[in-house]
């Protein structure tokens, strides 16, 4: 008899309360029934045998409702999971919706669609191109109202760009200054991140004072001029403005002129804002341009407003001679542009700092005045360092300055090291923007 003959026999029989297979001779099976309570326990063989206890049926009814009550369990376990991915989803995607809304509302940017722009640029033509930086390609555009544009369009390769583009949305959006430049809008569409600004015609300040034939293009009210246009812009980012700015790369390339000449401080993907009555910062990611950094900020990363003081002088004194503070040589001594303003002054012999094509147009005393104010914004301790508002009076009156102390890097520097550097200086047409890591 098979097994489930023997079940069948069993469920007839209402003593019968367990059966097993049974082997006998000949190869044969047969059952053993167990009656009444199991008490009377065959003892089997040493491979063992299974034996099957018949259950209530009322016990049978408890095990499958048990079975559907986990079923139930589970089925509303995975509802409930999947009706909170869901909500998950959707809250997700209403925030990107929201931001997307806020960058128009919140700051008031207007949006270009993508056509209007590769329009523009002759679909990002190379001819159209007028420069490249760490955010990415810049393109010359034309709108269809005729209006120039400067397109600056993220790399999709460059996180650093996707760092700088988030910046320039959030502080120069809420900007507003003649000596700023004005950013016009936005392209965002798939994969594409765009700034659209105003188009300045004249390019960049360094296109002139380091061009022997162009700077001569610049007497010297013209660069009296654009030395207090930085300067006031400067003072609008960290006082005057709803955000304390700090511009972090401030040099001769990211200061821009308009068809009149007029300076407009641009690229604020390195900048940082600072609260309250706070003045500045540290980090240790430090980014910048060397040449313009000052010692505290590149040494031990700390930045503050007098940090852009520092680039500010430096860029003073590159102004009035016509010299790149990185990379500068001279004949008699291995000091660069800051160690060679501080020995003339010192020496009285400031006039030597002067650039030659200034010659016919220099008003002596306001030069030699903007030496000083550059020297006194280069100085080694930040705490001696004026800030913007007293630089902008001291440059705006003739009332006695005081005497400036030593330069941050005034130190002579290693001949064949210079020589080193001024080689890989000349490879290069731009000036490059780093980042350096230092451990804290």
């Known amino acids: 008899m098979t097994l489930e003959g023997c079940r069948q026999v069993c469920s007839r029989n209402c003593s019968c309360t367990a059966y097993s297979s049974l082997d006998i001779s000949n190869g044969e099976k047969g059952c053993l029934f167990w009656f009444g309570e199991l008490t009377d326990i065959r003892k089997l063989s040493g491979r063992g045998q299974d034996i099957y206890i018949r259950m209530d049926s009322s016990e049978q009814v408890s095990v499958a409702g048990s079975n559907r009550k986990k079923a139930e369990i589970l089925a509303v376990s995975f509802s409930l999971l999947m009706a909170m991915i869901l909500l998950c989803l959707i809250l997700l995607y209403k925030r990107k919706k929201k ?212 680039s500010f002088g430096v860029l003073v004194l590159e102004i009035v001679s016509c010299k790149k503070n990185r990379g500068f040589v001279h004949q008699d001594h291995n000091l660069n542009l800051l160690g060679h303003a501080w020995k003339l002054y010192k020496e009285d012999r400031s006039l030597e700092l002067i650039d030659e094509e200034l010659a016919d147009s220099c008003h002596i005393s306001q030069v030699l005045r903007s030496i000083q104010v550059g020297l006194l914004c280069v100085q080694q301790s930040p705490e001696d360092r004026p800030n913007m508002s007293s630089v902008v009076l001291m440059l705006g009156n003739e009332s006695p300055l005081p005497e400036a102390k030593e330069p941050g890097y005034f130190t002579e520097r290693n001949i064949f090291d210079e020589a080193k550097s001024g080689s890989q200086t000349a490879s290069s047409k731009n000036e490059v923007t780093i980042t350096l890591l230092y451990p804290r």
């Open 99 to 310: 931001k997307k809304l806020n960058l128009k509302e919140d700051f008031e940017l207007p949006l270009f669609q993508l056509s209007t722009i590769t329009r523009a640029t002759n679909n990002f033509s190379v001819n159209d191109k007028i420069g490249e930086g760490g955010f990415g390609p810049v393109y010359k555009g034309v709108l269809e109202d005729g209006q120039e544009i400067a397109v600056k369009r993220l790399s999709r390769t460059s996180m650093q760009g996707l760092d700088e583009f988030k910046n320039e949305v959030i502080y120069i959006a809420k900007l507003q200054h003649r000596n700023l430049v004005r950013l016009l809008g936005c392209c965002i569409q798939g994969e594409e991140k765009m700034l659209i600004y105003e188009y300045m015609p004249n390019k960049s300040l360094d296109s002139y004072i380091f061009d022997q034939t162009k700077s001569k293009l610049l007497d010297w009210p013209k660069r009296f001029d654009i030395i207090n246009g930085i300067a006031r812009g400067l003072l609008y980012l960290h006082q005057d403005s709803r955000l304390r700015i700090i511009h972090r790369d401030l040099k001769a390339s990211n200061v821009l002129l308009d068809i009149e000449m007029n300076p407009k401080i641009s690229d604020f993907g390195l900048a940082r804002s600072v609260a309250g009555n706070e003045m500045g910062a540290n980090t240790s990611h430090v980014v910048g341009t060397h040449g313009y950094m000052s010692p505290e900020y590149a040494v031990d990363g700390i930045f503050s407003v007098k940090s852009d003081v520092f």
